[in-house]
């Protein structure tokens, strides 16, 4: 069994930065895609950065693009997100999550993700 635990979140004013970390344990090799997805009140989940486990591909959405790093470290089982410039609209919990599939255009589609973790809260206040 896959589990996730997401740390680093908390408070922080507008244009600061933060530094998300997801551990995975009882991992398998199996697994190729790992996200970033957030969610705020009312709002529908959504992705925000992807990576592959395989190489370096990298995918964001449009709002985080260029103020947001993804970023593995597979011998120490870790799935990073630097978050800089941040903006009250990224307040929300976000979650990692992992899947079987190779990170490909689709990644953004929730359903294709086996596991996610708990979350953790970012806040940015103005």
């Known amino acids: 069994q896959v589990q996730l635990v997401e740390s680093g979140g908390g408070s922080v004013q507008a244009g600061g930065s933060l530094r998300l970390s997801c551990a995975a344990s009882?991992?398998?090799?199996?697994?190729?895609?790992m996200a970033w997805f957030r969610q705020s009140p009312g709002k529908e989940r959504e992705g925000v950065a992807s990576?592959?486990?395989?190489?370096?591909?990298?995918y964001y959405a449009d709002n985080v693009q260029g103020r947001f790093t993804i970023s593995h470290d597979n011998d120490k089982k870790t799935l990073s997100l630097q978050m800089d410039s941040l903006k009250p609209e990224d307040t929300a919990k976000y979650y990692c999550?992992?899947?079987?599939?190779?990170?490909?255009?689709?990644?953004?589609?929730?359903?294709?993700?086996?596991?996610w973790g708990q979350g953790t809260q970012v806040n940015v206040s103005s």
């Open positions: 009882g991992w398998t090799n199996g697994y190729l895609c």
């Open positions: 999550a992992a899947a079987k599939f190779g990170c490909n255009n689709s990644w953004q589609t929730r359903s294709q993700y086996d596991y």
């Open positions: 990576t592959s486990l395989l190489g370096r591909s990298t």
